[in-house]
């Protein structure tokens, strides 16, 4: 399994790190294209809305298996993490995890085990 992840602020980027991802490709501008399976991480912005970034890739890069989201409960509780709801949807996939801003160490551990059941 291969790992992808968006970081405006660099919660999500944190989040990947602590997980024990050493190898997960940034995306910069949504143009980059990996082969075979991977889970996305991502951030929610605008009001709810994937990253165009992220939209861009997952729609060029078919490969993708499940997502972790980060979002904010504090300041957009309306619409929290929807970026990981609209990604399950839209390419029917599980959400590992739903993380307010950077998570905490029982979130970390959450993740991991559900990585290791991933095929
Ligand atoms: C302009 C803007 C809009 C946001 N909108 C949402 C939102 O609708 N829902 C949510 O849960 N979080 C929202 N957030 C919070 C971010 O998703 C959250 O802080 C996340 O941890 C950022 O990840 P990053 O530090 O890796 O960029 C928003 C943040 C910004 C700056």
Do not use: C, W
């Given at each position: 399994?291969k790992?992808?992840?968006a970081?405006?602020?660099?919660?999500?980027?944190?989040?990947?790190?602590?997980?024990?991802?050493?190898?997960?490709?940034?995306?910069?501008?949504?143009?980059?294209?990996?082969?075979?399976d991977?889970?996305i991480?991502?951030?929610?912005?605008?009001?709810?809305?994937?990253?165009?970034?992220?939209?861009?890739?997952?729609?060029?890069?078919?490969?993708?298996?499940?997502?972790?989201?980060?979002?904010?409960?504090?300041?957009h509780?309306?619409?929290?993490?929807?970026?990981?709801?609209?990604?399950a949807?839209k390419?029917?996939?599980?959400?590992?995890a739903?993380?307010d801003?950077?998570g905490t160490?029982?979130?970390i551990?959450?993740?991991?085990?559900?990585?290791?059941?991933?095929k």
């Open positions: 399994m790992f992808v992840y970081s405006r602020m660099g919660h999500v980027e944190g989040i990947v790190k602590r997980v024990g991802i050493e190898d997960a490709l940034k995306i910069q501008d949504g143009t980059e294209k990996i082969d075979g991977y889970v991480f991502t951030y929610t912005d605008g009001k709810g809305i994937i990253p165009k970034i992220v939209e861009d890739f997952l729609d060029a890069n078919p490969g993708v298996k499940a997502v972790v989201g980060s979002g904010s409960m504090e300041r509780a309306d619409t929290f993490n929807f970026a990981a709801e609209k990604i949807e390419y029917d996939v599980p959400i590992l739903k993380l801003m950077d160490e029982y979130d551990k959450e993740i991991k085990t559900k990585l290791s059941s991933l």
